[in-house]
């Protein structure tokens, strides 16, 4: 018969003796050591109620330094050493006369040390106490585990004043955590949130008020006895104890003390020699309700940002997030929630419409430390005007005669029957869905792609030829795709329509609902009856600009004469006396920039389809309409959304129309600061290099997801087209897209982007590419070559 499984073991420790058997009586000689993912080798304490050794995470390859009740079935971990730092496998912990216990990388890089450094230790050993300490070679301790505090306390243990007690992250992630158990300076045992990064302490949400105004009687020490009682002991001597009652005999069980990742310290017992499936048992909680015991103005509280904690029976944080709300991460219920529409915000510019948002009420939710107004006496309906006519406003809770108004991110929410009174959530009409994945565009040019791809870097002439092969091909398969349009759209975008005034303020109910502000009018929301009501955009040219009858008449022609699928239409006009409109399409998903710089962000891919699709837009407008226009303002408020999230250019008010055969001209300075070229401030002739300018910044937003001038960020970053040279030039485009794993994901694109903005940027308008180049490159077919620094005169002067 073959051996079985439990033989080759059986065999196998007897030929080798394992740590596992040389370690029987807790003793470690120096030069023992460890293997992370060898899980015969512990070290245990003498009657082996404790083993010190690694841990694997989480279904992951990374391992924790650890020790734990060996004799239990859910060997609780009761102390760590590498929480936020975890070994790979085949890490070694070693113990070392020199630097103690040891842990390094696998190849050989230091984890974490013990200390002392002094090259005095001569032997470990694993205490039934749970304790492992390192001793000399006179017995004298030189370090012990229970001076280096996780986030459990167990008999025997005592923590001195300025210890600090911190919980985990979350229940599998030992990294730091944002609650704190410590002995504070003036004798009280608190606990408390932190800040993360910096490990700042906010205020205190328990207190063991040790104090004295009589210093010599404040307390001094928190105990955890060997009977299992957690006290803090006075100077006096006098124990203020934090167990209630008489607590289980600690010769028949387990006790500990520990601070979980959701803030609440809690004391458990556990019979040491269970038959089978007994758990811990909850001694005491404290605090008794951690929704409501946290309530500090900065941090976040158990549930994250935005977050709702309710209690469950065991005095533990159970968390959720509010109605059209979800999980920041979806793997951490702890970690806050983001709203699922575009929340309002004060911002001109982006469509904010109080029309646009409802109050849903919620059920005994209160975040009580949001508020940034209260109104007393009040009365309901008047609170809930209050909210929806304030774009700050996002949360109200009214109670007797009181209105609060509230703010995201909203911090230490709970849910309880306490909070009486009615609380409501301004959230966005309607079914909005946060945008899915646009429709896959019909790659019918892939194959091309991939022949010219394999052909090019051949001779400077073939490359010239199969270029201009590319070129004539994309333009025939882009052209029919354009030609494409359903047969109602064409009707609407043949007959241009005139409108009366009476008409349009009909349409738009006396002008009521303003959408945004172009560079020289007011946009109104309105409803056209053309067969069915149309939802339109109108434009209401301002009279008192002096410019504006020649710009209207411009614009008008222009306009009228361009049908491409990114652009936005124009169904009709207005032209009574001191009256001119332009009334456009309406687009659903309002600007550009509101998705860029706003709560809701769009995805990778996303932006990508948006760059090309404004590329196409522009290309249209230099290269492919009977009269060529140059945009000048082109910026992301110009570019609008529609139902699927493909790019539409807007606001032709300040093109300036070219007929094909003169290519240049002179204009007084227009565009909008931050993405106008450098050749209008020095008087040089304006082409449509400017709108290739303008775009290269643009598509740096687009790709970075934030503005051209941004004066938060450190110096360095703020000027976002030299930042991101800085970055093309360091190889460090992965700065550029911080976060976005799917940016990042997709590095080969990201960087012909990056370098295609950078070719756009040129300071020397006749260095930028066409759009037609631009469109060539950013698709992939043709290769970017490297870019030249942007600015070599600003440099230089
Ligand atoms: C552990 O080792 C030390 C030194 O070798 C020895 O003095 C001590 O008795 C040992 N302890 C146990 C419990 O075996
Ligand atoms: C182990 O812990 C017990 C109880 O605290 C203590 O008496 C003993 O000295 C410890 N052993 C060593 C080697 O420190
Ligand atoms: C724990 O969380 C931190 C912060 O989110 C993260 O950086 C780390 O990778 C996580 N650790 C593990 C082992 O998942
Ligand atoms: C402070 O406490 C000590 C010891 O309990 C006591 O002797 C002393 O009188 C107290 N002093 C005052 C001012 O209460
Ligand atoms: C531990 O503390 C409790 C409460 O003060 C006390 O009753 C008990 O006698 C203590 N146990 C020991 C071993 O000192
Ligand atoms: C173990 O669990 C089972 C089912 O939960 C229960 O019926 C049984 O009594 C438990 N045994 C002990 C010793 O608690
Ligand atoms: C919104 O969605 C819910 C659930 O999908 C549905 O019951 C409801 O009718 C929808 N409301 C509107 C206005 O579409």
Redesign the pocket.
Known sequence: MAFDLPCILYFFFFLFPSSLVAQRNGNVTVGDSLTAGDEATLWLSPAGDFAFGFRQLDKKDLYLLAIWYNKIPDKTIVWYANGDRPAPKKSTVKLTAELGVVLNNPQGGEIWKSGPGNGEAAYGFMNDTGNFLVANANGEKLWQSFELLADTLLPTQIMEKGGILSSRLSETNFSKGRFQFRLIQDGNAVLNTINLPTGFPYEAYFWSNTVDSNSSNAGYQVVF???G?L?VLRASNI?E?LTPGRVVPATENYHRATLHFDGVFVLYSHPKNSPGNESWSVVRTMPVNICTAVRGLKGTGPCGFNGVCTISTDQRAICRCPERFSLLDPDDPYGGCKPDFPTQVCAEDVPNAPEDYELVQLTNIDWPESDYEMYTPYNIEDCKKACLQDCFCNVIVFREGTCWKKKLPLSNGRQDDSVNGASFMKVRKGNYTLPGPPPIPKKNHDSLVLVVSVLLGGSVFFNFVLVGVASFAFFFIYHNKFNRTPQVERAVQSNLRCFSYKELMEATNGFKEEVGRGAFGIVYKGLVQIGSGVPVAIKKVDRFVKESDKEFKTEVDAIAQTHHKNLVRLIGFCDEGQHRMLVYEFLSNGTLASFLFGDVKLSWNQRTQIAFGIARGLLYLHDECSTQIIHCDIKPQNILLDEHYDARIADFGLAKLLSLDQSQTFTAIRGTKGYVAPEWFRNKLITVKVDVYSFGVLLLEIICCRRSVDTEVVEERAILTDWAYDCYQQGMMHALVENDEEALNDMKKLERFVMVAIWCIQEDPNLRPTMKMVMLMLEGIIQVPVPPCPSPFSIAS
Do not use: I
């Open positions: 006895n060997e009977s009682y006290y124990r104890v």
